[in-house]
């Protein structure tokens, strides 16, 4: 029973500084290559749109603080 697993990544700049980034990653692994991929991902789009969101009131929370931070310097 063969596993795949694929990922996806991006990295953005989140402040005026040149060391000021945000990388945020997905990953869906262990799909099982001999069972319908499309049940498999039903399940994974569900889950993906929960964390997402989570992660992204988090992500934009800490963007805030840090462009704040800046205005203030």
């Not at 402040?15 to 290559?33: F, I, M, P, R, W």
């Not at 997402?52 to 840090?66: G, L, P, S």
Request: aromatic letters at 6%; one cysteine or more; glycine letters at 2%.
């Amino acid at each position: 029973m063969a596993k795949i697993s694929q990922s996806l990544s991006f990295t953005f700049r989140v402040g005026q500084a040149s060391n000021q980034y945000c990388k945020v990653n997905l990953e869906v692994s262990e799909v099982d290559t001999e069972l319908p991929l499309d049940a498999q991902l039903e399940k994974v789009d569900n889950t993906l749109d929960v964390i997402w969101k989570h992660m992204r009131e988090r992500i934009d929370t800490q963007i805030d603080e840090v462009l704040k931070e800046q205005e203030s310097d």
